[in-house]
């Protein structure tokens, strides 16, 4: 059995033919890893998740998700979708994508009923997503009434009620508290512990060292300029200013303005 989970090759993707997203992609993905995929705005992290989750599918280059070839055709094949689906988690970037049941609780059930999975696993599953992502107090509550913080966790829990092999997240924790971004962060590390894959794309260079173990630099040309350890990548500052993902502070000191880039320092850490 290989541990291969995805593998792109020559990916190239453009929306209406004529606005390139992708470029000659190059991308293998092992089962059990955690890879985070960075870059600025608009150089492709989202295509490529999309990508990923059969939402999309290449104009040239193959993809393959566990050994099988995806495009229109596999996914027409309602088995095949089905499975895909259930191996297969997807956090969007903004939540309100997938948020659309009357209250919080039918819409972190929605996707096991959907896939017909147990109800007495599903309920247990619930119970501790609840209690992890603190949601207890808005089970009852209608999912138009939260906060964007609060609706990135209900849309985290219903992806994680259905026990996804792989998650996916665009983004998870763009513009959230320290404290929802630290839950979260405690989640997807949790998670990998139990052997699943989480890709995520990120803005925020400060979480990447601890959501990954592989990182996947875009560069403005919508290629993977390059793929490594992430205490590598982290810490290559003049690869990380080339493609805009080191913060530019300004400090005043006695009336004259000095501008540096602020440093990532790598912390060693045991897993």
């Known amino acids: 059995m290989s541990d291969t989970i995805f593998q792109l090759k020559d990916v190239n993707y453009s929306y209406l033919g004529k606005f390139p997203a992708l470029s000659h992609i190059d991308l293998t993905i092992e089962k059990a890893r955690m890879v985070a995929v960075i870059g600025a705005n608009g150089s492709g992290k989202s295509t490529l998740l999309q990508m990923l989750d059969g939402l999309i599918f290449p104009d040239s280059g193959t993809v393959t998700a566990f050994g099988t070839d995806i495009n229109e055709r596999t996914f027409a094949d309602l088995s095949f979708s089905r499975n895909f689906r259930r191996k297969v988690g997807f956090v969007f970037q903004n939540p309100d994508v997938q948020l659309f049941c009357p209250t919080v609780k039918e819409d972190i059930l929605f996707g096991p009923l959907q896939l017909k999975e147990d109800r007495a696993q599903t309920e247990k599953r619930l119970d501790r997503l609840v209690a992890i992502l603190g949601l207890g107090a808005l089970l009852d509550r209608s999912p138009h009434q939260l906060s964007v913080g609060e609706k990135r966790k209900v849309a985290i829990a219903s992806t994680l009620i259905i026990d996804p092999e792989v998650i996916i997240l665009d983004e998870p924790t763009a513009g959230l508290d320290p404290m929802t971004t630290r839950h979260i962060i405690d989640i997807l590390k949790k998670e990998n ?16 060292e601890e959501i990954s173990d592989m990182v996947c630099v875009f560069g403005n040309d919508k290629k ?33 303005t000095h501008v540096h880039p602020h440093d990532h320092p790598s912390h060693e850490h045991s897993h």
């Open 224 to 256: 993977i300029v390059r793929c490594g350890p992430s205490s590598e990548i982290l810490k290559d500052t003049p690869l990380l200013q080339a493609h805009n993902l080191v913060h530019i502070h300004a400090h005043r000191h006695d009336g004259s």
């Open 193 to 208: 512990s139990l052997g699943k894959t989480v890709i995520t794309s990120t803005h925020d260079l400060h979480i990447v």
